[in-house]
């Protein structure tokens, strides 16, 4: 398993995550951003924001989870 928070996945706090894969990390972050979404929480509502930007730019936001991808391989097991 490995622990990356909301903040490294382009979120607003510190709550961490938990996973084996990326996918299965980036699938927890997207669930808690919903249920802050929700719950119109500011800072994520704007980190959503730009993630939305992100996501008009095909390109970048695939730069963007492949460096993520990167970085969570590159993490040490806990
Ligand atoms: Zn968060």
Not at 29 to 34: D, F, R, T
Not at 36 to 51: C, G, N, V
Not at 63 to 69: I, L
């Given at each position: 398993m490995?622990?990356?928070?909301?903040?490294?996945?382009?979120g607003?706090?510190?709550k961490?995550f938990?996973a084996?894969?990326f996918e299965?990390?980036?699938?927890m972050?997207?669930?808690?951003?919903?249920e802050?979404?929700?719950?119109?929480?500011?800072?994520?509502?704007?980190?959503?924001?730009?993630?939305g930007?992100?996501?008009?730019?095909?390109?970048?936001?695939k730069?963007?989870?492949?460096?993520?991808?990167k970085?969570?391989?590159d993490l040490?097991e806990?």
């Open positions: 490995k622990t990356m928070t909301c903040k490294q996945l382009g607003a706090c510190d961490e938990r084996s894969s299965e990390i980036a699938e972050s997207k669930q808690h951003g919903m802050m979404f929700q719950i119109k929480d500011e800072p994520h509502l704007k980190a959503m924001d730009k993630m930007e992100l996501m008009q730019k095909p390109e970048e936001m730069a963007w989870f492949e460096n993520k991808k970085e969570f391989d040490p806990d």
